[in-house]
T-cell receptor, first 115, second 115 residues
Framework: DTEVTQTPKHLVMGMTNKKSLKCEQH?????MYWYKQKAKKPPELMFV???????INESVPSRFSPECPNSSLLNLHLHALQPEDSALYLC??????????????FGPGTRLLVL | AQSVTQPDIHITVSEGASLELRCNYS??????LFWYVQSPGQGLQLLLK??????LVQGIKGFEAEFKRSQSSFNLRKPSVHWSDAAEYFC?????????????FGAGTILRVKS
């Protein structure tokens, strides 16, 4: 099973709201990723967690706050977002360090609209 | 630095016709190469990957790709396109990092299928 699940599928929020995106995988993967994808563009890497530790933060604004409560779960907490943050947010997972060219498996994404 | 070029932004083919989507990469070492497909508003689905070995790789949904080191290419092909293949296709090169694999995506090619 190569399934990554994400909730919610759609989210509309105001600029003063706080919300969270959730991602889950049960493949035993030890690396998990958040990507942001704007319309007609490829995904852009935001964060990488490896063995539940934040490994990469691609200069993402602090209004995005990732969290990895355990090896299967990845959250993205959102606060005081801007309309330009509206996008498809994708979660992915892979086996993890030392695996050599392992494959990333993507979830279906959360479509976020910031009003 | 790694880069991926997909020279065709849009391609339109007739249903039943053959398809080739082009991908060129720039990478100093042996590349890990991937093709993903994305239907509108959906996540990315892995079509196939190349790590080593046989340069002709078979994937899901009847797709195949050929790795040509001399041309730095990894073109995707399908002998007979179905209407359900209409989607956006992303080529990516993977770079092994401490945490796992960093994907560098091409800009994508949108495939339209005429009936």
């Amino acid at each position: 099973d190569t399934e990554v699940t994400q909730t919610p599928k759609h989210l509309v929020m105001g600029m003063t709201n706080k919300k969270s995106l959730k991602c889950e995988q049960h493949m035993g993967h030890r690396a998990m990723y958040w990507y942001k994808q704007k319309a007609k563009k490829p995904p852009e890497l935001m964060f990488v967690y490896s063995y539940e530790k934040l490994s990469i933060n691609e200069s993402v604004p602090s209004r995005f706050s990732p969290e990895c409560p355990n090896s299967s779960l990845l959250n993205l907490h959102l606060h005081a977002l801007q309309p330009e943050d509206s996008a498809l947010y994708l979660c992915a997972s892979s086996q993890g360090p030392g695996q050599g060219g392992e494959t990333q498996y993507f979830g279906p994404g959360t479509r976020l609209l910031v009003l | 630095a790694q880069s991926v070029t997909q020279p065709d932004i849009h391609i339109t083919v007739s249903e039943g016709a053959s398809l080739e989507l082009r991908c060129n990469y720039s990478y100093g070492a042996t590349p890990y190469l991937f093709w993903y497909v994305q239907s509108p508003g959906q996540g990315l689905q892995l079509l196939l990957k190349y790590f080593s070995g046989d340069t002709l790789v078979q994937g899901i949904k009847g797709f195949e790709a050929e790795f040509k080191r001399s041309q730095s290419s990894f073109n995707l092909r399908k002998p007979s396109v179905h209407w359900s293949d209409a989607a956006e296709y992303f080529c990516a090169v993977g770079r092994t990092m401490e945490y796992g694999n960093k994907l560098v995506f091409g800009a994508g090619t949108i495939l339209r299928v005429k009936s």
